[in-house]
């Protein structure tokens, strides 16, 4: 090792010992207990037993059927959290839009409002959530004062969904607005100027160009919102069973050995299709036409 | 005959209660290529933009083709712009930037959508990469291009549109003067090979000489002068003018008659009429119209106090009467020798007094005002 690489080593040596500590160390202790059972010895019991434990369930119809327990509940995560991402990015990209192309005061004050909702504590923000949207709540009081019929929001998924959307919402605005504050604007008048309207100029250059603050987005919203648990707890009522929930119920029942492994699992699955997000959207980048020359 | 294609018609832009544009007149004839010269926040580019449409003038019309634009907004203009850091789409390879406005559906005259094949587009493209001299370099990123070939993406870019006028924003501030040189050359040839209107923005007043049919010298949002370069440079209309294209030693002078001026109280012959007897005026003296002659022999005598080889050239500054002159020579006068000069009546540049008068051409200050030249160059503009 020369004396430039060491002098470096030495410079990250508190940031690799940190990194260690606090990520390092925590994977290994989750993978340990994932492959291990209450006396420590190595076993696949508990892997499998996420993909084989059964229960029975009873729809409204009153028929009862036998299902995989934590496919069943994992599903229905990936299935919320798909629904919110993609709301977030609905909703959040035409924010980070309008906000990018605002006038610099509007700009800080449009950040101010996003981010104060994050400085209050995460679960006030639910509990505030369910004092709206309640039956007899501050949502379905203004419908009936203008005379239309009450919701009934509380306890279903779309309640579980308003949370998710509404606590994860910033994480989807702030990347993608990075991104689109610091496009050229020339870029934008040079496409208008070659022929685009407005819709083309979205289409055709900042809609590409704002990739990865999108991806960045998807990531950040879509990995808390998969383990999320309070939320279905509070503004699902209880009837929403989430992953996140299963492992925190293995966790306060100090059944630890299978709460590491849904976790350690989730956290494969995840790492997996983030993979494969980045791989479908990294377009090769100058990709061949048609007849070009070698 | 040339044919008259746009027109600004007392064109005004206010920006902020800032005047930008002080009512612009001004018509550009078709396959013409005109330069807008100027100094920074002159009113250039802000014309500029208001021809590519990226600007509504405050007040006033711009005409293109016998036709009000003035609400036409840039995608609906048959012009394109070569931008200043040249804008290519950083995610697109040279192919798709040079294709990027061809594969963009146009209305046609009768109202139909007009979509280019896709055999069309390639022999377009692959022809206007010819032109740049980018052959081969389809598949490059356009990031990892030198500034000179991105320079030349963005020409192919706009012109393989087949614009009937092109715009070029400074399009050869950001290379070094040797690509400058040659992209000046270029430029030219493909203007008059394609026979489309160019219209140039520069604050290099060699830029614009050497490049331009007409050159439009602007300044504080009105335009001084619009001329053949010839014109600016031989016959320039006041100080601004005089000074901001090559160098020029600006002197008070009087009118004592046709082609009679007389300056530090010595009568000289010089070309101009048209005066009024004993009237005011500027006179310009280009340091190159300067002949050194012994003491003894010259019309007026000096003191050199400064010299700088040039190359080509000394640069002396000579104190007449306690005003500074730049003398181009190349004959080598030491500091503190007294020379005396001669002018023949040709050198004499005779101008009306203006508001610029008084502003420009004493050398008493000549290194600190080429420090300030220097570093107006490198200086972003507006």
């Given amino acids: ?294 | 005959m040339a044919k008259e294609l746009i027109r600004l018609k007392d064109a005004r832009m206010d920006f902020d209660g800032e005047t930008i544009l002080d009512n612009i007149n001004l018509y550009i004839n078709d396959k013409e290529f005109l330069t807008l010269l100027g100094p920074s926040g002159c009113g250039k580019t802000t014309t500029l933009r208001i021809i590519g449409g990226f600007l509504v003038p405050t007040s006033g019309d711009v005409i293109f083709d016998g036709v009000r634009i003035n609400d036409v907004p840039p995608h609906k203009r048959q012009v394109n712009t070569v931008f200043q850091k040249y804008a290519l789409f950083p995610h697109l390879n040279v192919y798709e930037n040079v294709a990027f406005g061809l594969k963009i559906p146009k209305t046609g005259e009768d109202g139909k959508k007009i979509r280019l094949s896709k055999d069309e587009i390639d022999s377009r493209v692959r022809e206007m990469l010819e032109v740049v001299s980018l052959k081969g370099f389809e598949h490059r990123s356009v990031t990892s291009l030198s500034g000179g070939q991105q320079q030349r993406v963005a020409i192919a870019r706009a012109l393989v549109n087949r614009p009937k006028v092109l715009l070029l924003d400074e399009p050869l501030g950001a290379l070094d003067l040797r690509l400058r040189k040659d992209m000046q050359q270029e430029l030219r040839r493909i203007q008059q090979e394609m026979g489309i209107t160019f219209i140039y923005v520069t604050h290099d007043q060699e830029e614009a000489l050497s490049m331009s049919d007409t050159v439009v010298v602007m300044d504080r949002g009105r335009i001084q002068q619009i001329g053949t370069p010839e014109d600016i440079y031989n016959e320039p209309k006041n100080a601004f003018v005089a000074d901001f294209i090559g160098e020029s030693n600006i002197v008070d002078g009087i009118m004592r008659d046709d082609c009679v001026v007389e300056i530090f109280n010595r009568k000289f012959k010089c070309l101009d009429k048209g005066f009024q007897k004993d009237e005011a005026v500027d006179v310009v003296i280009r340091p190159e119209d300067v002949d050194i002659v012994p003491e003894a022999e010259g019309q007026l005598k000096g003191t050199v106090t400064q010299v700088t080889f040039k190359g080509m050239q000394y640069d002396i500054i000579v104190d007449f009467y306690g005003f500074k002159w730049l003398i181009q020579t190349t004959d080598f006068c030491p500091v503190d020798s007294k020379i005396g000069i001669k002018i023949d009546p040709d050198g004499f540049h005779i101008m009306k007094k203006s508001e610029y008068s008084g502003m420009f051409g004493d050398y008493s200050s000549y290194s600190e005002e080429y420090d300030e030249i220097s570093d107006a160059e490198s200086e972003e503009e507006e």
């Fill in chain 1, 1 to 294: 090792m020369n004396g430039e690489r060491r002098r470096t080593a030495a410079v990250l040596a508190p940031y690799t010992v940190w990194a260690a500590i606090f990520i390092v160390v925590p994977l290994f202790f989750v993978a340990y207990y994932a492959f291990t059972d209450n006396s420590f010895n190595f076993t696949f019991d508990n892997i499998t037993r996420f993909f084989t434990a059964t229960s029975q369930v009873t729809n409204d119809a009153g028929v009862t059927s036998e299902v995989r327990t934590y496919l069943v509940i994992f599903w229905r995560s990936l299935k919320l959290a798909v629904i919110s991402t993609a709301l977030c990015l609905l909703l959040g990209y035409p924010l980070a839009y309008i906000m990018s192309r605002a006038g610099a005061r509007a700009q800080k004050i449009m950040m101010i409002l996003i981010m104060i909702p994050m400085w209050m504590n995460f679960l006030i923000r639910t509990y505030a959530w369910m004092t709206i949207l309640q039956d007899t709540g501050i949502l379905n009081g203004f419908l009936t004062s203008i005379g239309l019929k009450p919701l009934h929001i509380i306890g279903t998924e779309s309640a579980v969904i308003v949370g998710m959307v509404y606590d994860y919402f910033p994480y989807m605005v702030l990347p993608i607005y990075s991104i689109l504050a610091k496009l050229d604007t020339k870029l934008i008048e040079a496409a208008h100027d070659l022929g685009c309207n407005s819709i083309q100029v979205l289409q055709k250059v900042i809609l590409p160009l704002s990739v990865p603050g999108i991806l960045n987005g998807i990531t950040m919203v879509l990995i808390p919102s998969i383990s999320t648990f309070y939320i279905s707890q509070k503004l699902g009522s209880g009837r929403f069973f989430l992953i996140g929930d299963a492992i925190e119920g293995q966790y306060v029942a100090n059944n630890l050995h299978f709460a590491a492994a849904m976790a350690f699992i989730l956290m494969i699955i995840l790492l997996a299709a983030m993979a494969l997000l980045k791989y479908l959207t990294s377009r090769p980048r100058f990709k061949t036409v048609k007849g070009a020359a070698k």
